[in-house]
């Protein structure tokens, strides 16, 4: 019979088996996508020809709703806008389409961050599109500084059906994009109010052939969580088979094992689920006879 048990063996290799699986098992993190623009569109302009309407403050006798587009119909360089209907926070954007670029206009404009929804006088954040030179410029106003421009020119061309946006970060940094994509950052933490809130707008100055269509903006929005996925669970079947040798003097049976691990991956998270199958065979061979001539034959098993 057999001396030796092959349970032992069996577990040491179970052991190893999970050890291994859960130590390869990991998670996935997807991440959340940065786009621009991020805000919905706040005035897509399609109404009845005439004033521009409630939401907006400023000079509004410079502007007219004409074909369903926002019209430019005064010259001159104080001829801007604000949605006046609620303060963004510090994280936010603005945007607008150019249905028609003026090409002589020297600012083509979008505010953000303005301390107060009348008038740039108390503070606001200018991102300058210059058609004679085809640069945007970054600029602030303080109400005791002026105003500032903040790093380079940003060389750029828009023409007709292009967005021009740009978005202000609490952490002073200053993004422009072009249909969604961005061309430059500009910090503006010199600037007093870089990290509040504040209205957005428009500025057109002397650009009475410019149209724009779907001005849009607000607090930017944050992108999904990130949803942490789990591997798949590992399932184990395992089989043993123990096969002693024949029998001498001394039983010292020599055991076989074979592990088959089948894994069948599944959409269940941790911890992974082990089903265990030993099955154990024990064929014992004839023991081996040893004869002694003075006597009988003794058998050891």
Not at 54 to 65: D, E, K, L, R, T
Not at 207 to 214: E, N
């Amino acid at each position: 019979m057999n001396t030796k048990n092959s349970k032992p063996f069996l577990f040491i290799h179970l052991i190893l088996v999970i050890a291994i699986l859960v130590s390869g098992v990991g998670v996935i993190t997807v991440s959340a996508l940065d786009t621009f623009p991020s805000a919905s569109i706040l005035d897509n302009f399609d109404r009845a020809n005439g004033a521009i309407g409630g939401n907006w403050s400023g000079y509004v006798s410079a502007f007219n709703i004409a074909s369903n587009q926002l019209d430019v119909t005064s010259g001159g360089f104080d001829t801007y806008l604000f949605w006046n209907n609620a303060p963004f926070g510090a994280d936010q954007e603005a945007y607008l389409t150019f249905s028609q670029v003026d090409g002589d206009a020297p600012e083509q404009s979008l505010f953000l961050k303005s301390q107060s929804n009348t008038s740039y006088g108390t503070g606001a954040i200018e991102v300058l599109y210059d058609a004679n030179a085809d640069v945007v410029q970054v600029w602030t106003f303080h109400p005791s500084n002026g105003w500032a421009q903040h790093g380079g020119n940003i060389p750029v061309v828009f023409a007709n059906g292009d967005q021009f946006g740009a978005r202000a970060s609490a952490n002073g940094n200053l993004d422009v994009y072009k249909n969604g994509v961005l061309l430059g950052t500009r910090s503006i933490t010199t600037w007093s109010f870089y990290s509040g809130g504040g209205y957005i707008g428009l500025w057109f100055a002397d650009a009475s052939d410019a149209l724009i269509d779907d001005f849009g903006g607000g607090s930017v929005s944050t992108g999904p969580t990130n949803t942490p996925s789990a591997l798949p669970t590992n399932t184990v079947v395992f089989t043993s088979t123990a096969t002693p040798l024949p029998s001498t003097a001394t039983d010292i049976p020599t055991l076989t094992s074979t592990s088959i691990f089948t894994l069948t991956p599944s959409n269940t998270p941790l911890p992974p689920t082990l089903s265990l199958t030993p099955t154990n065979t024990n064929t014992p061979l004839p023991p081996t006879a040893t004869n002694t001539p003075s006597g009988p034959a003794t058998i050891y098993r």
